[in-house]
């Protein structure tokens, strides 16, 4: 599931707006909070950002205070085959209040449709239609590992 750039855009006009803050303002209010109140409740919990999480994570060690930013960086990790350079760029929305916005608009999608879970794959499709599951902490899984008695 990718989240519309146009809604994004738009979302977070309105998020600034109503709030009377700047993209700065907002992040440097709601980031600690964030970390405080969901990360290190539940450590887990990144896993349910799937593929938005990458630059989530950029947005909490760019934002966090100095408290917590050794905790973010841990939190999180990498895949087993490192953080994908590639999906990064991909899920990168071009501003941090924009990569916020979508990440926490691709959690409620997630939550709507019933599929929180740190365990739960997340539905990776490509420009060209190709789709692939990805599993926070462990990466893509191959197709041929889904249906190991083909």
Same mark, same amino acid.
């Given at each position: 599931?990718?989240?519309?750039?146009?809604?994004?855009?738009?979302e977070a006009q309105r998020i600034l707006e109503e709030n009377k803050e700047t993209q700065l303002q907002f992040l440097e209010r709601v980031v600690p909070g964030f970390i405080k109140d969901v990360l290190l409740q539940g450590p887990d919990y990144w896993k349910n950002y799937g593929m938005y999480w990458w630059n989530l994570q950029d947005i909490l060690k760019n934002y966090a205070p100095k408290e917590y930013r050794e905790y973010v960086r841990a939190v999180g990790g990498e895949d087993e085959f490192g953080a994908d350079d590639e999906i990064k760029k991909e899920y990168d929305y071009g501003s941090d209040m924009y990569n916020? =916005?979508?990440?926490?608009?691709?959690?409620?999608?997630?939550?709507?449709?019933?599929q929180l879970g740190a365990e739960n794959a997340h539905d990776h499709f490509t420009e060209d239609g190709d789709h692939r599951q990805y599993v926070p902490g462990v990466g893509? =899984?191959?197709?041929?590992?889904?249906?190991?008695?083909e």
């Open positions: 599931m990718r989240i519309d750039k146009e809604f994004v855009v738009e916020w =916005v979508a990440a926490h608009w691709y959690l409620e999608y997630r939550v709507n449709s019933y893509f =899984v191959d197709e041929r590992d889904e249906n190991p008695s």
